[in-house]
């Protein structure tokens, strides 16, 4: 009869057992309501639906912070508005590559939510282990929140210098390997990542990956090379695993619900990414001027973040009013 309480209330990365399972069940709910009533289907989602499922996924996210706000804390309630801010923002720089990566394999919109979809089920699993490694470094060496530090500022600083690069998909090495070691089809197979085929030499029936597989694993990468920015940013914030980890979750959550209607402006918002940068630089050396100032408050952090992403929406929505996506986008 004790068993129970015992293990709800057992400590996992410093929090209580059931907290950790009330955010599982809270995020499980959200993508079994999305996949099994919103998104049934195969359908193109329009810039109206998406905004609106944005708005929820927000809403819910902001939500989750007033509740942590008020049962760990004001500092707790900060560090997790921050990190989310964070990660919402450098997510934006996301929508742009996996808006090439759909452009490149030619997949239809009605399709995309699909690969989006199974995408974030990769990126909780993904997100969870680097969080849980980089807590783990972090409560054994102090030291790494400097390397961390350093990173975030050179980071920024190429972040600044390559604002305009557009990446070259046709060139990843990832999808150079798969395409050699996998067989894939020259069409897409309805919405199937895998499809049985005859082989065009040998006449044998045997398994193919479709278009659909690429762009799944290519986002899956593009997001583990982003995850190397976003989860260090955050741990220079809070070192708290359960802050890191629900914020970034609930970011996630939510660009995919917004990537249809981002897509469909990217070209709006050009600035944003020298914004972007200027955020890495800022959090990575607040991380050696504690050493000279004390520890930053968590309010100031969030303000500084705040102010400087709005500046960079706001220059790029001045600097773009005139603009079309045929004239500002790559």
Same mark, same amino acid.
């Given at each position: 009869?004790?068993?129970?309480?015992?293990?709800?209330?057992?400590?996992?990365?410093?929090?209580?057992?059931?907290?950790?399972?009330? !955010?599982?069940?809270?995020?499980?709910?959200?993508?079994?309501?999305?996949?099994?009533?919103?998104?049934?289907?195969?359908?193109?989602?329009?810039?109206?639906?998406?905004?609106?499922?944005?708005?929820?996924?927000?809403?819910?996210?902001?939500?989750?912070?007033?509740?942590?706000?008020?049962?760990?804390?004001?500092?707790?309630?900060?560090?997790?508005?921050?990190?989310?801010?964070?990660?919402?923002?450098?997510?934006?720089?996301?929508?742009?590559?996996?808006?090439?990566?759909?452009?490149?394999?030619?997949?239809?919109?009605?399709?995309?939510?699909?690969?989006?979809?199974?995408?974030?089920?990769?990126?909780?699993?993904?997100?969870?282990?680097?969080?849980?490694?980089?807590?783990?470094?972090?409560?054994?060496?102090?030291?790494?929140?400097?390397?961390?530090?350093?990173?975030?500022?050179?980071?920024?600083?190429?972040?600044?210098?390559?604002?305009?690069?557009?990446?070259?998909?046709?060139?990843?090495?990832?999808?150079?390997?798969?395409?050699?070691?996998?067989?894939?089809?020259?069409?897409?197979?309805?919405?199937?990542?895998?499809?049985?085929?005859?082989?065009?030499?040998?006449?044998?029936?045997?398994?193919?990956?479709?278009?659909?597989?690429?762009?799944?694993?290519?986002?899956?990468?593009?997001?583990?090379?982003?995850?190397?920015?976003?989860?260090?940013?955050? !741990?220079?914030?809070?070192?708290?695993?359960?802050?890191?980890?629900?914020?970034?979750?609930?970011?996630?959550?939510?660009?995919?619900?917004?990537?249809?209607?981002?897509?469909?402006?990217?070209?709006?918002?050009?600035?944003?990414?020298?914004?972007?940068?200027?955020?890495?630089?800022?959090?990575?050396?607040?991380?050696?001027?504690?050493?000279?100032?004390?520890?930053?408050?968590?309010?100031?952090?969030?303000?500084?973040?705040?102010?400087?992403?709005?500046?960079?929406?706001?220059?790029?929505?001045?600097?773009?009013?005139?603009?079309?996506?045929?004239?500002?986008?790559?």
């Amino acid at each position: 009869m004790d068993l129970l309480p015992a293990l709800l209330s057992a400590d996992v990365l410093g929090k209580a057992a059931w907290i950790w399972l009330v !955010f599982v069940a809270i995020v499980a709910a959200l993508l079994a309501f999305d996949l099994g009533v919103l998104h049934k289907h195969d359908q193109e989602i329009g810039v109206r639906e998406s905004l609106l499922l944005s708005s929820g996924y927000i809403t819910m996210a902001l939500c989750f912070g007033a509740w942590v706000w008020w049962y760990l804390g004001a500092p707790s309630g900060l560090a997790y508005l921050t990190g989310f801010m964070i990660e919402k923002s450098l997510s934006m720089d996301n929508v742009f590559v996996i808006a090439l990566i759909f452009s490149f394999l030619a997949i239809p919109r009605h399709y995309q939510h699909r690969v989006l979809f199974w995408g974030i089920l990769g990126v909780i699993v993904l997100r969870a282990i680097m969080i849980g490694l980089g807590a783990m470094l972090v409560s054994q060496f102090s030291w790494v929140l400097y390397l961390f530090g350093i990173f975030l500022v050179l980071t920024g600083l190429r972040m600044w210098r390559l604002a305009d690069h557009v990446p070259d998909i046709a060139g990843n090495p990832l999808l150079k390997f798969l395409r050699q070691h996998l067989r894939v089809t020259d069409a897409l197979h309805g919405n199937a990542f895998w499809v049985r085929q005859a082989d065009r030499l040998t006449g044998r029936v045997t398994l193919w990956a479709t278009p659909l597989l690429l762009a799944l694993l290519l986002i899956e990468f593009v997001d583990l090379v982003f995850a190397v920015d976003s989860v260090p940013a955050i !741990f220079a914030i809070t070192t708290d695993p359960f802050i890191v980890y629900t914020s970034n979750i609930f970011a996630i959550l939510g660009l995919r619900a917004l990537y249809f209607a981002l897509a469909a402006m990217i070209h709006r918002f050009k600035y944003l990414k020298y914004a972007l940068a200027l955020v890495l630089v800022f959090i990575g050396a607040k991380i050696f001027l504690v050493g000279f100032m004390g520890k930053f408050p968590p309010a100031i952090s969030l303000a500084v973040t705040f102010g400087l992403i709005a500046g960079g929406v706001l220059v790029s929505l001045w600097k773009t009013r005139s603009d079309t996506p045929a004239t500002s986008a790559p």
